[in-house]
């Protein structure tokens, strides 16, 4: 349901009814990656999921807009906070709606419908005794003639052990602590520099200590049977652990909700106060009904997405709020808590302007599918991840173009090719499926994988969700592969039909899963399908028939590639435009200008030089080793026997091994490895050899190939990579849905051992794998001795 619906979603009874928010984002500045991630996209994937599975759920989200950091921005723009909000509440509506987040309801704070909840809930603690009165001190700035409110003030934060010498007045953006203005050391007003001077001021604080059982009882129950990750958990222990005190809800601004008290009429509501109430009045906003949602905790589940900076104000003080007010309020259920997410060498910063930020994607054209996987896929679920544009390719490159963009264009061009090719788009009957023995295998292992799928996404593990989807593409090429259904297709056309018509369930059942990941990923799969627009999950058990799922003679549209190479020259220029801050960029915008010309005259000129090329001959089959996409077909990688090692004369650390790697050859090989295995296990070895990397002198000695190797996570233990003993020497290693000739030799250059290097593992049964498919030869799969989950190089 999108974001002005005419109709409003209530709760049903006796149906799941879900009520998702993601934390406000602040309105004085354009959202980054980091905040896009660690909010409105994660809260957008479970949101989905549970419109897949046919829960009543709705997706709550809007601008917080009141505060100092408005002011702040007002200042700055030399307008009013109102114009400043106006401008950004469009601005991240528009980032929402090219990244797909399918709100139900996208808000603001600066509403009459705010400052009526606020008020409300305001009214309702006073009456409750959970209010009180006292003087503060609080900085004031004789230039600016005012109280300076928390973000009005810069210092060194008073913390030892972090002595940042920019922390805001309310808290460190270093060190993460929470603080009150007085406590800076060497403060300054942000606005004129000046140092402020302490004067009395009186506030109203909530009595948190009042609540304090009431809030422990709830969070004891709730972290439990809401299943809160682990982080939300030990942040609101450390708060509870230090002892929770009064806090202040009322501050010296003019851009908030008004308190409706006499004696503070000039005052207004401190953010952490009035924005989490925000939820609230932006659904007051979706439907006059709002307590049906708000204020039904027996029929209503409350999940909520946050980075971890945002946790205390959501486990702790909004909690507080609606307990005080002695009324039946919805209270949350799940919290879903990020870490932070880096960027390149640094971290993201709305306020230094360093990163990608929310309106420079579309800029990129990079679509929003790969976005949205990317960031998913690193999603920075229990510790930091890291944003780099290698990355961002080499995914692109390995999973989305290679696993998932293949199965599902090799299954669809198939059915496309006209009679006698192909089935001339027409689904065909597959009569005999259920005792197929290679489709029963298939799905055993795709209903497997729908299980945990449902599993990981009920926990909210969204990344072990997309992973387990992922999985099950990856099975799909594993299928093709095995069936040779293009031989099978001349010889035994009623098992290729079979084939072809469970794999077609197959991509159905992807679009299905990946709908909450990547909507228009399965909103294009359907076209192609020639599929009206509709996904369900409600019948888990739908894995269990893949080949009924699409009725014989049913005709699919036109099959077209899901996905395209992010080129290096591409990635080079992103990264070099997107270094520094935002106020770098601006800077470099007429250099920027001149290197789109260069890179396009580059490409024609490349263009020439291919055409050239394919004149002089060049295999149209096998594309040249600079255009190929990066797989794993590209690598030589073979079963070798050593015949003999022995320690390299002018390196301690290295060993020289003859090694056979079929047809008569003998490759010379230097080792790393004299520390980690003996000498006398390097004997009469079998072993993975990586023949078509770039020769290269290492102490005097040419080394022709690379032993692949696996290394334990703390790197203290070493092991090499091992065929079955049956296997033939020469045989080259597969992958499943990679196929194709490898290069000659690897340019280094174009960095495809490096790009593919990253995703080299074993596995908790001990087999070498490239992501999840294993090193195989005719004999069986290649093993280590004893590291799990370790790293191959």
Known sequence: MEDGESCPKLPIPGKRNILITSALPYVNNVPHLGNIIGCVLSAD???????????????????????????????????????????????????????????????????????????????????????????MQQLYCDTCHKFLADRLVEGSCPFPECNYDSARGDQCEKCGKLLNPTELKDPRCKVCRTTPRIRDTDHLFIELPLLKDRLEKYIDDTSVTGSWSQNAIQTTKAWLKEGLRQRCITRDLKWGVP???????????????????????????YTSEWEKWWKNPENVELYQFMGKDNVPFHTVMFPSTQLGTEENWTLMKTISVTEYLNYEAGKFSKSKGVGVFGNDVKDTNIPVEVWRYYLLTNRPEVSDTLFTWDDLQAKLTGELLNNLGNFVNRVLSFIAKPEPAGYGSVIPDAPGAESHPLTQSLTEKVEKFVREYVE??????????????????????????????????????????????????????????????????????????????????????????????????????????????LKDEEVQQYREKFAGSQADRRARDVEAANMADQLKKTKLSD???????????????????????ITMARLDIRVGKILKAEKHPNADSLYVEQIDVGGGEIRTVVSGLVKYIPLEEMQNRMVCVLCNLKPSKMRDIMSQAMVLAASSSDGSKVELVEPPESAKIGERVRFAGHEGEPDDVLNPKKKVWETLLVDLNTN??????????????????????????????
């Not at 359907?526 to 739908?542: A, T, V, Y």
Request: hydrophobic letters at 35%; aromatic letters at 12%.
């Open 45 to 135: 994937v479970y949101a989905r999921y549970c419109r897949l599975r046919g829960y009543n759920a709705i997706y709550i989200c809007g601008t917080d807009e009141y505060g100092t950091a408005t002011e702040t921005k007002a200042l700055e723009e030399n307008c009013t906070p109102k114009e400043i909000c106006d401008k950004y509440h469009a601005i991240h509506k528009e980032v929402y709606d090219w990244f797909d987040i399918s709100f139900d309801k996208f808000g603001r704070t600066s509403t009459p419908e705010q400052t009526q909840v606020c008020q409300a809930i305001f009214n309702k603690l006073f009456e409750n005794n959970f209010l009180s009165e006292n003087t």
């Open 259 to 285: 308190v409706p008290h006499e004696k503070y009429k000039e005052k207004v509501f401190y953010v952490w106060f009035d924005a989490p109430i925000g939820y609230v009045s932006i659904t007051s906003c």
């Open 456 to 565: 990981a996404m009920e926990k909210v593990k969204l990344k072990q969700g997309l992973k387990n989807a992922m999985s099950i593409s990856s099975e799909g090429n594993f299928y093709l592969q095995e069936s040779q259904f293009w031989k099978l297709f001349k010889e035994d056309k009623p098992s290729c039909a079979i084939v072809i018509r469970t794999a077609a369930g197959l991509v159905y059942l992807l679009a299905q899963l990946l709908e909450p990941f990547m909507p228009s990923f399965s909103r294009e799969v359907f076209k192609q399908l020639n599929l009206p627009l509709h996904f369900s999950l409600s019948d888990e058990g739908i894995a269990s028939r893949l080949w009924e799922i699409l009725p014989p003679g049913h005709k699919i549209g036109t099959p077209q590639p899901l996905f395209k190479e």
């Open 607 to 629: 263009a020439k030089k291919q055409k050239a090329s394919k004149g002089a001959g060049t295999s149209k089959s096998q594309p040249a080793a600079a255009t190929r996409e």
């Open 764 to 793: 908790e049964n001990l087999v070498a794998c490239y992501k999840d498919l294993p090193f195989t030869t005719d004999a069986g799969v290649c093993k280590v001795s004893s590291i799990s989950n370790g790293t191959i190089r």
